[in-house]
């Protein structure tokens, strides 16, 4: 689990909005070892799922949450790599979402969509990338392509336009997404912060907001 970002007061803006999260989780599904963090966090051991690689979990009546690799390291400091990091196929009723969270490009994601074969939405990380992290991060063309594996109808890019950790400027991993998913014919899905995206509407339009705030 990477655990990074510290406001002003030196407080991990991740704690505390996992903390607040907390009153409204029925069920934490997370990667092998990284429950101890829940439970020092102060939730209930009964909560926590910890799960391997390709692990299928039923959350409801045809709900369920099946794991999957990524590539990424875990941990900062001297804690490394001694948790496993996850993605997730979210299998609902008239739904099948893949949430990549940060990964490497490597075949995982087209063993996926041939085990899948197709997804509504894909949503992977696209920003703070360099040719020099491309093992961790996905460069903007590895995110069209991993989309293409994915047999994915619609993109919505993540990891951007927030906390700068890249050399790039805040807006050029949207500027080239924008570009190359118009070029593949892939729709995205944009929205400004706090902005609701309507799963279930596959028309919804977004704007593309970074290009009036230059």
Same mark, same amino acid.
């Given at each position: ?63 369920? @949450? #099946?794991?999957? /690799? ?6 900062? *400091? ?5 948790? =496993? ?16 969270g940060d990964s490497g490009y490597d075949i995982h994601f087209s063993e996926i969509g041939k085990k899948f074969g197709s997804f ?15 093992? @961790? #991060?996905?460069? /903007? ?6 989309? *293409? ?5 619609? =993109? ?10 890249g050399h790039h400027p805040w807006d050029e991993p949207l500027v080239k997404v924008a570009e190359l998913s118009a070029s593949a ?30």
């Open positions: 689990m990477e655990i990074n970002g510290l406001d002003s007061t030196g407080t991990c803006w991740l704690n505390k909005t996992i903390l607040a999260l907390k009153p409204k989780v029925r069920d934490v599904i997370c990667g092998l070892g990284v429950g101890e963090h829940f439970e020092y966090w102060g939730y209930e051991p009964s909560k926590i799922i910890e799960k391997d690689w390709h692990e299928v979990i039923s959350v409801a009546d045809n709900f369920t @949450i #099946h794991t999957a /690799p990524a590539r990424h390291g875990s941990g900062r *400091k001297l804690a490394k790599d001694n948790t =496993l990091w996850l993605s997730f196929i979210i299998d609902a009723p008239g739904q099948r979402i893949y949430v990549g509504d939405l894909a949503i992977l990380d696209n920003g703070q990338y360099d040719l020099a992290w491309r093992e @961790i #991060h996905l460069l /903007p063309e590895e995110v069209i392509q991993a989309t *293409k594996h994915l047999q994915a109808s619609r =993109l919505f890019p993540v990891h951007a336009s927030k906390f700068k950790l014919g892939i729709p995205l899905v944009t929205p400004k912060i706090g902005q609701a995206v309507y799963l279930d509407n596959k028309q919804q339009a977004f704007d593309r907001w970074w290009e009036n705030t230059r």
